[in-house]
Structures are given as structure tokens and as C-alpha cells.
């Protein structure tokens, strides 16, 4: 148990929220966590160094600590930049007098992959900024190879102690690398999730209908186009014109909550009935336009007349009065049939066609009466 609150402790500390003005977490997270780690690297350090009684390095550890320690206290304080200048300027000192010291194999080089990274991750700057830092840092990387190729090192470590250094620097360099590309990861995978995830949003709602939830006019022609000119619907495709029988009666009379009641209802029934005979969508107002997928004339003016069935015996409760819904629909087929190639444009006017004509049938229908399917 103790154990888990000192874990806690600890997980809140370095992840506490601080960041600089228009900066990310992510700075925070990345320059403190590093410092922390080049702090522990230097306590590791300071052990090795005082194994083989070399107590000036000790103590030159000690005041990197220090100073890696500073840059940590520094992410705590909005000063973000700041500690990321003390981090790389550390690094840089240390790297130069590494390789003056003790020499090149103990892979103190390859902390240049660190700072190569951190110019990308870990700042603001503009593009240029970061080419020419990137310059610097490839100068840097040259000048040590050729300060190890043309002078010796001040001393020469043995082997055992050469080979202890490597290990150590690349398990930090790796650790620091890990570290950096995991949050900066995290980071943007969870900015990409929210973007892809409020762009589904908003293919939704510019798609259906934000009372219905059915489909709307664009999203219904864009679907049909789309497959007619895929060439879906080998068996036919047909389309209803959809009216509900005196709504306006029914705001006049309950108010229009009353009427938003009957639109939902009336959407649940077309939406669970066509989804196995193909979609229904609002087209304006208390009109749907329901589509057929594969099916003829006949056929689709039997499914119209089931489902007119369905809404009559339908009843809308609204605080406890009953109001009952009738339809009237004008059904009719759309030409899919092509000859050679056709444009969306041809097929649009055809799409037009149809539901100009259903709309013809539908108003056909109120003449008669309503309440009925006219094919």
C-alpha cells in the first residue's frame, strides 16, 4: 500500500500540468523527464567514478547534477525554454569534455541523436531555425570525431572502465530517446484521434439530419450517384416521395414539440423498415424520401403500401394524448440502365427526374384523398 503511494506520489510530481505560455505539455514533460534521467546518470556516474577513487570527477558530476537538477525545477516554473537551453547546453559541455578527457569509445557521441531530436520535438522555433540547429549540432558531431582522430585523450581509461561508459551512455541515450518519441507520440496520436474523431462528428452531422438522425437531402443524392454510377443495382431502384397527412393540424393543435415528436417517431419506423429494403432520409420539412435498393416498380409499391400499414396502426403518445399519423407517397422507378459511359451530371438529371415525378404521384395522391400509396 505504501508502496503504491509513493508511486503515485512520484507519477504526480513528473507529470504535473505546468506549461509555458503557448507551449504543450509535451515540452514540459519532455525536457523535465530527460533532466530527471541525465540526473540519475550522473548519480550512476558519480558511483563508477568514486570505485576507481577518481574524486574530482565525482565532485564534476556533482555540479552536473546540479545543474541538470536546476533544469528540472525550472519546467515547474513556466521557464521551459530556458530548461531545455540548460539541458542542451549541458549536454553539449559534457559531450566536448568526454572526448577530451576520456576518449571516443565510450559512445559519449551519440548523444547528438538526443539533441537532434529535442530541436524538433522539444521547440517552437521556425523551420530555419531548427535547419541551422541541426547544422550546429552535425558541426559538433565532426569536430568531436576529429578532436579523437587527431589528439589522444588526457587519459586513457581500462577497458573495463571504457566498457562500463558504453554501457551506461547507451543506455541513457536510448532511455532519453525512448522517452522523447514516446510522448511526443502520445502526444500527437491522441491530437490525431480528437481530430479524426471530431471530423466524424462532423461528416455526421453534415450528413443527417440533426432532428431525425436520417440521412439528409445532399447525403441521400450523393449516395444514390455514387452507386448508380457503380452500377449497384442491376435489379432496379426506386424512390418514394413521403408526406405526412396534415401535419400542420398537428402544430396548430399540440405545438411543435408535438410536431418534432412525430418527425422522430415517424424516422424510427422508415429507419428500422428500410433497412432491409434500403434507406430512408428527410428530405425538408415533414417530407422522406425513401429509396429502394434493387427492386422494380411493383415490388417497391408493395414495400410502400406495408409500410403505410405500419404507420397507420401506428399511435404517437404525447403527454398522454394519442395522435394518430397517416401518409400519402408517390412511388416511382429511376432509368439505371447505361449505354456506354454516363456523367454524374446525366445521372443527377435522372435522379431529378424520379423524384420529380414521385413528388408528381405524391400531390396525386392528396387530390384523392390521402392516406394512400399512388405507383
Partial sequence: MLYILLMNKIRSIIWKDVTGENESNRVSYIVRINSLLMCFYFIVLMFVFASFFSYASVIFCAVYFAIYTTSVYLTYKDHNKIALSIYAIATILWMIFFVYRWGWESSIQHFVFVLLILVFVGTYASELVKFILSLGILALRLMLYGWHIYRAPV????????????????????????????????????????????????KIISEHDPLTKLPNRRSLLSTLISD??????????????????????????????????????????????????????????????????NMNLDQAGISANELLDQVRNMTVNWHGTEIKITLTMGVTDINTFVSGTITEAEVDDRINEAIQAADRKLYMGKAKGRNTVVV
Avoid at 433497412?275 to 415533414?286: F, L, N, Y
Fill in 155 to 202: 587519459e586513457v581509461l581500462p577497458f573495463e572502465i571504457t566498457f562500463l561508459f558504453q554501457i551506461i551512455n547507451i543506455t541513457e541515450i536510448f532511455a532519453a530517446i525512448i522517452i522523447i518519441m514516446s510522448i511526443f507520440t502520445k502526444d500527437k496520436m491522441e491530437t490525431e484521434a480528437k481530430l479524426a474523431q471530431y471530423n466524424r462528428k462532423l
Fill in 228 to 293: 448508380i454510377m457503380h452500377g449497384k443495382y442491376e435489379n432496379g431502384i426506386c424512390v418514394a416521395m413521403t408526406d405526412i397527412d396534415f401535419f400542420k393540424q398537428v402544430n396548430d393543435r399540440y405545438g411543435h414539440d408535438a410536431g418534432d415528436a412525430v418527425l422522430k417517431q415517424m424516422a424510427e419506423l422508415f429507419s428500422g423498415y428500410m433497412r432491409k429494403q434500403g434507406v430512408a432520409g428527410r428530405w425538408g420539412g415533414e417530407e422522406f424520401l425513401l429509396v429502394f435498393n
